[in-house]
């Protein structure tokens, strides 16, 4: 029986539990520093007195590093595995988020950022991968969404940082508890297991054994003997024969249109998402709410996030990828053309609070579907190159925001930024309703074909 076929027919159990949270607190602390940004934005803007373009320049400088660090990440997961790339990553952006609290200028500032976005962006497909390939079909959906819902943890660490910290001690502070990540990278080095569909695709047969046997004995039976758990009509997945990834490779035969959806699906997602939440602090300060109340608002709408992850994780194996990705977007497309035209406090977080659960709902369905699109060999480098794709949209839209603020005002500029991004969000919902296939129940290797 192959390691696939082994680990396909295997339950949950602590083991997998215990490399959710692994993986997850990595997660956490990249949400919380991404996050970060969009709470010191205001504070930073006022200690450098910056126009709306150099804030929206300050926002998209990181999204330029994670779009950079996808692709150098996930080339170098398939090449030098998991988790190497994994633990490497979070001490780079660790570090330089640490940097970013001991920035002298403006310019010091964007430089650090954009390393720091590099790390972030290095991590994020070969995390994801890394969840995937452990997780049984039956079960992968979930798991992958559950693993992304640390993202609203950290992001609500961020809102509180920013809420806490950043009006008493400072922006600076809030950069230092960012560099956190950099101490968990020690922790990982020692927790993390390898992928063992990954050892053996490069011919490290006996480690891949040993990781295998690892998660049989957590689910309390004798390594290799995995009978009990064979259904009727199981077929005996072969290991994929040794390939070295190309690029080229995710524009050929069946992957055509899988590649071109996944790259609308993330271009248009991270248009919406960070054209939302890098801005919406200094929006609101705009509309006279306040820095400390419009974090306070910010950090109401961002629980809302929780309940929004664990739904689509419960969805995501019952109904499939495709309806629940479908049916978030166009419900995050409605909330935000809601919330442009908001006038009241009620109005402006119960909208909001709809935003943030949908779209980060639709953001766990998307991480559980790109690891299934393409096999082993091609599978961190076809997830790094649809995040590069998403990081672009991720760069514009801050950038565009910035433009559409300077012509028009804060004030006139609320309602046409969330009315545009409820376009977007429907045009993307639209994309994954005409282009996407399901893979609910299906094995990696069925999937790879």
Aim: with cysteine.
């Amino acid at each position: 029986m192959s390691i696939a076929a082994r680990l396909e027919r295997l339950p949950l159990s602590s083991f997998h539990y215990k490399l959710l949270l692994i993986c997850g607190l990595g997660w956490l602390f990249d949400a919380m520093d991404v996050g970060l940004i969009s709470f010191v934005l205001p504070a930073v803007a006022e200690f450098w007195d910056l126009t709306a373009s150099q804030i929206g320049a300050l926002g998209s400088i990181g999204m330029v590093g994670l779009g950079l660090g996808a692709v150098i990440g996930g080339t170098l997961g398939d090449i030098y595995g998991r988790k190497r790339v994994f633990t490497i990553t979070l001490i780079i952006y660790g570090i330089a988020s640490f940097l970013c609290g001991l920035s002298t200028s403006y310019a010091t500032l964007m430089f650090w950022r954009f390393v720091v976005g590099l790390g972030l962006g290095a991590e994020i497909p070969v995390a994801f991968t890394l969840a995937s390939e452990f997780s049984p079909a039956s079960q992968r959906g979930r798991m992958t969404v559950l693993l992304e819902s640390f993202w609203a943890f950290g992001w609500l660490a961020a809102a509180l940082i920013g809420y806490l910290v950043v009006p008493r001690w400072g922006w600076r502070v809030a950069f230092y508890i960012g560099s956190l990540p950099a101490l968990y990278s020690a922790v990982l080095r020692w927790l993390l297991p390898e992928s063992p569909r990954y050892l053996e695709k490069i011919g490290k047969k006996a480690e891949a054994e040993e990781v295998v046997a690892k998660v049989e004995r957590a689910c309390g039976i004798a390594p290799g003997t995995t009978e009990k758990y064979v259904e009727a009509n199981a077929i005996e997945e072969t290991p994929e024969a040794l390939k070295k990834a190309k690029f080229s490779e995710l524009w050929k035969g069946r992957f055509v249109r899988r590649t071109l959806c996944l790259w609308i699906l993330w271009f248009g997602i991270n248009i919406a998402y960070y054209g939302i939440v890098i801005w919406l602090p200094t929006l609101m300060v705009g509309r006279g709410f306040g820095i400390v109340k419009s974090f306070e608002y910010v950090l109401i709408m961002c629980v809302a996030q929780i309940p929004g992850y664990f739904s689509a994780a419960y969805l995501v194996d019952k109904i499939g990828r495709k309806p629940t990705l479908t049916v978030y977007l166009l419900l995050s497309g409605v909330a935000a053309y809601m919330f442009s035209s908001s006038t009241t406090v009620a109005q402006v977080i119960g909208w909001g609070s709809a935003i943030y659960f949908f779209n980060l709902g639709a953001w766990g369905v998307l991480y559980a579907y790109t690891p299934e699109m393409y096999p082993t060999h091609l599978r961190a480098t076809g997830a790094g190159w649809a995040s590069f794709c998403g990081r672009i949209g991720a760069i514009i839209a801050p950038m565009a925001v910035g433009k559409i603020v300077f012509y028009l005002g804060q004030q006139a500029a609320y309602p046409v930024v969330f009315g545009l991004i409820g376009v977007v969000f429907v045009v993307t919902a639209l994309a994954m309703l005409t282009l996407g296939i399901e893979t609910k129940g299906k094995t990696l290797e069925e999937l790879a074909g």
